[in-house]
């Protein structure tokens, strides 16, 4: 059961490979993908955690038109 838990985390989409796929224009992207940059898979049974992805802010401040961070 962990490691099912874990594969579901790891198996979402990573948001950077849609964006590049939609070149990098946020409105061409598919309004029904659900694709966070971060997942987390909460194991009731024991209380474990799985998480996947990350959050890369400079590919957020370029999608929302911001200059780079310094």
Do not use: C
Not at 18 to 35: N, Q, R, T, V
Not at 43 to 69: H, Q, W, Y
Request: aromatic fraction near 10%; glycine fraction near 8%; hydrophobic fraction near 45%.
């Amino acid at each position: 059961m962990l490691q099912e838990a874990r594969k579901l985390a790891e198996k979402n989409p990573r948001f950077l490979d849609i964006f590049k796929e939609a070149g990098f224009d946020f409105y061409k992207i598919d309004p029904d993908i659900f694709a966070p940059a971060v997942v987390a898979v909460n194991n009731i049974k024991t209380g474990k955690t799985f998480r996947a992805g990350t959050l890369d802010v400079e590919v957020m401040r370029g999608s929302l038109g911001l200059p780079p961070s310094t």
